[in-house]
Nanobody, 121 residues
Framework: QVQLVESGGGLVQAGGSLRLSCAAS????????MAWFRQAPGKEREFVAA????????DYTDSVKGRFTISRDNTKDTVYLQMDNLRPEDTAVYYC??????????????WGQGTQVTVSS
Protein backbone atom coordinates (compact mmCIF):
# COMPACT_ATOMS: atom_id res chain seq x y z
CA GLN A 1 0.00 0.00 0.00
CA VAL A 2 1.25 3.46 -0.90
CA GLN A 3 1.42 6.08 1.81
CA LEU A 4 0.60 9.59 0.65
CA VAL A 5 1.28 12.81 2.53
CA GLU A 6 -0.18 16.13 1.39
CA SER A 7 1.15 19.57 2.18
CA GLY A 8 0.76 23.15 1.01
CA GLY A 9 -2.75 23.99 2.13
CA GLY A 10 -3.62 27.21 3.90
CA LEU A 11 -5.65 30.40 3.91
CA VAL A 12 -5.62 32.62 0.83
CA GLN A 13 -7.72 35.49 -0.49
CA ALA A 14 -9.91 35.07 -3.54
CA GLY A 15 -7.85 35.43 -6.69
CA GLY A 16 -4.75 34.10 -4.99
CA SER A 17 -2.74 30.93 -5.57
CA LEU A 18 -1.62 27.86 -3.67
CA ARG A 19 0.46 24.85 -4.63
CA LEU A 20 -0.36 21.52 -3.05
CA SER A 21 2.16 18.70 -2.91
CA CYS A 22 1.68 15.00 -2.29
CA ALA A 23 4.67 12.83 -1.50
CA ALA A 24 4.46 9.06 -1.96
CA SER A 25 6.28 6.48 0.09
CA UNK A 26 7.27 4.03 -2.61
CA UNK A 27 9.44 4.01 -5.67
CA UNK A 28 6.76 2.36 -7.78
CA UNK A 29 5.04 5.73 -7.73
CA UNK A 30 5.85 6.03 -11.42
CA UNK A 31 3.45 3.12 -12.07
CA UNK A 32 0.56 4.90 -10.36
CA UNK A 33 -2.02 7.24 -11.76
CA MET A 34 -2.54 10.06 -9.28
CA ALA A 35 -5.46 12.35 -8.54
CA TRP A 36 -6.70 15.13 -6.33
CA PHE A 37 -10.12 15.13 -4.74
CA ARG A 38 -11.74 17.63 -2.40
CA GLN A 39 -14.49 17.66 0.18
CA ALA A 40 -16.24 20.82 1.29
CA PRO A 41 -18.19 21.00 4.56
CA GLY A 42 -21.52 19.23 4.23
CA LYS A 43 -20.73 17.93 0.75
CA GLU A 44 -19.53 14.67 -0.72
CA ARG A 45 -15.94 14.24 -1.81
CA GLU A 46 -15.51 15.20 -5.46
CA PHE A 47 -12.94 14.61 -8.16
CA VAL A 48 -10.70 17.57 -9.02
CA ALA A 49 -7.91 16.41 -11.32
CA ALA A 50 -5.96 13.31 -12.37
CA UNK A 51 -2.70 12.54 -14.12
CA UNK A 52 -1.43 9.35 -15.73
CA UNK A 53 1.66 7.54 -14.48
CA UNK A 54 3.99 9.09 -17.08
CA UNK A 55 2.10 12.42 -17.17
CA UNK A 56 0.94 11.89 -20.75
CA UNK A 57 -2.71 12.40 -19.79
CA UNK A 58 -4.47 14.83 -17.47
CA ASP A 59 -8.13 15.28 -16.62
CA TYR A 60 -9.93 18.07 -14.78
CA THR A 61 -13.39 18.66 -13.48
CA ASP A 62 -15.05 21.53 -15.33
CA SER A 63 -15.07 23.96 -12.43
CA VAL A 64 -11.26 24.07 -12.20
CA LYS A 65 -10.28 23.92 -15.87
CA GLY A 66 -8.03 26.83 -16.76
CA ARG A 67 -7.30 27.59 -13.10
CA PHE A 68 -5.73 24.40 -11.68
CA THR A 69 -2.82 22.40 -13.06
CA ILE A 70 -1.87 18.89 -11.98
CA SER A 71 1.70 17.74 -12.51
CA ARG A 72 4.12 15.16 -11.16
CA ASP A 73 7.83 14.58 -10.67
CA ASN A 74 8.51 10.86 -10.73
CA THR A 75 12.12 11.41 -9.65
CA LYS A 76 10.75 12.83 -6.40
CA ASP A 77 7.69 10.56 -6.07
CA THR A 78 5.56 13.68 -5.80
CA VAL A 79 2.41 15.00 -7.44
CA TYR A 80 1.41 18.66 -7.39
CA LEU A 81 -1.72 20.73 -7.76
CA GLN A 82 -1.12 24.35 -8.74
CA MET A 83 -4.25 26.33 -7.94
CA ASP A 84 -4.57 29.83 -9.40
CA ASN A 85 -7.38 32.36 -9.33
CA LEU A 86 -8.86 30.66 -6.30
CA ARG A 87 -12.50 31.22 -5.43
CA PRO A 88 -14.34 30.89 -2.11
CA GLU A 89 -16.12 27.82 -3.50
CA ASP A 90 -12.73 26.08 -3.77
CA THR A 91 -12.63 25.95 0.04
CA ALA A 92 -12.34 22.28 1.03
CA VAL A 93 -10.09 19.58 2.37
CA TYR A 94 -7.98 18.40 -0.54
CA TYR A 95 -6.95 14.76 -0.77
CA CYS A 96 -4.29 13.08 -2.85
CA UNK A 97 -5.08 9.60 -4.18
CA UNK A 98 -3.33 6.92 -6.21
CA UNK A 99 -4.24 3.85 -8.21
CA UNK A 100 -2.52 1.40 -10.50
CA UNK A 101 -3.65 1.77 -14.08
CA UNK A 102 -5.55 4.56 -15.78
CA UNK A 103 -6.18 8.04 -14.32
CA UNK A 104 -9.87 7.61 -13.65
CA UNK A 105 -12.25 9.89 -11.75
CA UNK A 106 -13.05 7.11 -9.28
CA UNK A 107 -11.80 3.78 -7.86
CA UNK A 108 -8.68 4.97 -6.04
CA UNK A 109 -7.14 2.65 -3.48
CA UNK A 110 -4.62 4.80 -1.66
CA TRP A 111 -5.41 8.12 0.03
CA GLY A 112 -3.62 10.82 1.93
CA GLN A 113 -4.87 12.43 5.13
CA GLY A 114 -5.92 15.66 3.45
CA THR A 115 -4.87 19.29 3.62
CA GLN A 116 -7.20 22.22 4.28
CA VAL A 117 -7.58 24.97 1.70
CA THR A 118 -9.58 28.03 2.72
CA VAL A 119 -10.30 30.86 0.29
CA SER A 120 -11.64 34.08 1.78
CA SER A 121 -13.78 36.51 -0.19
Amino acid sequence: QVQLVESGGGLVQAGGSLRLSCAASVRIFNNYAMAWFRQAPGKEREFVAAISSKAFTTDYTDSVKGRFTISRDNTKDTVYLQMDNLRPEDTAVYYCAGRKGFPLRYDYNDWGQGTQVTVSS
